[in-house]
């Protein structure tokens, strides 16, 4: 079976990703997204809001599962057998990023580990978590970037935020 793990941050998972999932889903056996547990950042959703919000966003995709992890993506591969890492492109500038990345992993991993790229659908490419959070805060239009019920918990973060409640 050819499985892989698509690892990410997904805060939150946009059109984009979600893109990237379908077409690595019909490349693979079976998919695992990944979320990544990172303690050094303050992430807007927490890992189990994100994987909840990805395990709705993919529920119609029978090969895709979704889970989180937290250290090295190269310890996290190796216990869990993946040898392949699915990534997006939307640009040159990711392209920079991530090759550094998927050499440092394969590196590390002593050959075990490697990296596929695949480019994002053109109207896609300028969709990235981060504005899409910006755009949501001051109470844009996120509906070209992310499913309808994503844009309702992000209006519905930054409102707490603005009422002064918890961010978890
Ligand atoms: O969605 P992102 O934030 O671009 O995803 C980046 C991610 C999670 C794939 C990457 O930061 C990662 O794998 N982090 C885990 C730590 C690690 O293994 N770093 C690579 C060595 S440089």
């Given at each position: ?14 059109y ?33 809001e ?11 995709i ?6 989180s ?32 990345i ?6 590390l ?60």
């Amino acid at each position: 079976m050819k499985k892989a793990v698509y690892p990410g941050s997904f805060d939150p998972v946009t059109y984009g990703h979600i893109d990237i999932i379908r077409r690595a889903a019909e490349i693979f056996d079976e998919l695992t997204i990944s979320v990544l547990d990172n303690k050094a950042k303050t992430p807007l959703f927490s890992v189990e809001e994100r994987v909840k919000i990805l395990k709705e966003a993919t529920k119609d995709i029978p090969n895709v599962r979704v889970e989180s992890f937290s250290g090295l993506l190269i310890n996290y591969a190796a216990e869990n057998d993946f040898h392949i890492s699915v990534r997006g492109l939307r640009a040159i500038t990711d392209f920079e990023y991530e090759l550094q990345i998927a050499q440092t992993n394969n590196k590390l991993s002593g050959g075990k580990l490697d990296t596929i790229f695949l480019t994002a659908r053109l109207e896609y490419t300028y969709i990235s978590s981060s504005s899409v959070k910006e755009i949501a805060s001051f109470g844009g239009d996120v509906s070209e970037c992310v499913p309808d019920f994503v844009a309702d918990m992000l209006y519905e973060k930054y409102n707490q935020k603005s009422r002064g409640e918890s961010n978890e």
